[in-house]
């Protein structure tokens, strides 16, 4: 997810855009390539604004599911964690430009705060976790976040900490889509914000790559778009697996609850997934379980995004999306160096996919 719920990278770049072409063109003629139509820069400027606009919204969805089973299983705090610091770099940049307009300036205060909230609901909901450990963590995320604060506020180094925010929103889907792999589930997303995510980000990425954009904004873009198409993959994949809780200890902190060597398997209740439900019922010899439970909207929307047929689609226009965007990145950085990112990708995955089956032994 990102599903989950980030910033565009359209709407970071366009604070060094605005700061430095205050006297520019109207806003559906900045940046435009001088060698393509002015209705492709039009278009790509356009697909900028709806994926800023976006980011108002991607995270209520999995925010009201956190609360409403009140749990945040299947969620990684790393994903969560990354994302609220790169939020939080990013307040001190926007507030050094004077020349910035309100709405960036709301934005930059808005979504920090949602992602707080959201990190508040790990606080509260995550029983699961070692104690200890939980608090370690927190005191670790305290003293990080106070020195971003006096680096930036003291030091004056916001321009220089903005690589800083680049490379967590970058990274920051990782540890969410290793998550998923381990659990072999989706079942703690909300898979409305996963497919929120994944229009933003498409129009986040047609939005860099038809402009011109500094280098470091299209390696952003090639990595968290990329990254929330495969989470839409393990989303469609994992579907079946919705009813397996498949609880495994924090990558981050430890968790007090482990596989015992058997999947166990939870009923759907109300509108959510129910992590929260007091009994678990081991899966029955003939492999049955209750197919008519009560579900959410955003369940309804998954059933349909994976039935058999439009599974495989959505499967195959995932592929070529995916080989697009690095066809894109090697086009953008005009050299074949680029193809290090994808492999990068895959060479992340198939480790944490050894280190599941080989190490941890499931």
């Keep these: ?82 994302n609220f610091s790169a939020s939080l770099i990013n307040v001190f940049f926007v507030f050094r430009i004077q020349e910035l307009p309100a709405y960036v300036k709301v934005s930059a205060i808005y979504m920090p705060t949602l992602e707080l909230s959201m990190l508040t609901q790990f606080w509260i909901y995550g029983t699961h976790y070692n104690q200890k450990l939980r608090w370690l963590y927190l005191l670790v995320c305290l003293v990080c976040w106070s020195l971003i604060v006096v680096l930036e506020v003291v030091v004056g180094i916001y321009k220089e900490m903005e690589w800083a925010a680049i490379v967590l929103w970058s990274i920051e889907t990782f540890p969410q889509v290793i998550l998923n792999m381990q659990r072999t589930s989706t079942s703690g997303q909300s898979t409305l914000s996963v497919c929120i995510t994944l229009v933003g980000k498409t129009t986040d990425f047609l939005s860099t790559y038809l402009l011109t954009r500094p280098l470091q904004y299209i390696i952003m873009a090639y990595f968290s778009s990329s990254m929330a198409y495969i989470n839409g ?77 439009l599974r495989i689609i959505f499967a195959t226009f995932i592929s070529v999306t995916l080989l697009g965007y690095s066809v894109g990145l090697i086009w953008n950085t005009q050299s074949f160096i680029a193809l290090i990112a994808p492999i990068g990708i895959v060479a992340v995955m198939l480790a944490s996919y050894v280190y599941r089956k080989k190490i941890m032994g499931y």
């Design 233 to 309: 993959m393990q989303v469609v994949w994992y579907w079946r697996n919705r009813h397996i809780t498949n609880e495994l200890p924090s990558p981050v902190y430890g968790g007090t609850e482990s596989r015992d060597g058997g999947q166990r398997y939870r009923y759907f209740t109300n509108d959510d997934e129910a992590e929260n439900v007091a009994s678990e019922l081991e899966i029955p010899e003939d492999d049955s379980v209750d197919n008519n439970p009560p579900v959410s909207p955003s369940l309804k929307i998954e059933r349909v995004l994976c039935a058999i047929p």
């Design 1 to 82: 997810m990102e599903t989950q719920h980030v910033f565009s990278t359209a709407w970071l770049t366009s604070l060094n855009d605005t700061a430095n072409n205050s006297d520019s063109e109207d806003i559906l003629h900045q940046n435009c390539r001088s060698e393509w139509p002015v209705s492709v820069c039009e278009f790509a400027n356009i697909c900028g604004l709806i994926s800023t606009a976006i980011w108002f919204v991607v995270l209520f969805p999995q925010i009201v599911k956190n609360w409403r089973r009140k749990s945040v299983v299947g969620l990684s705090v790393l994903w969560a964690t990354a």
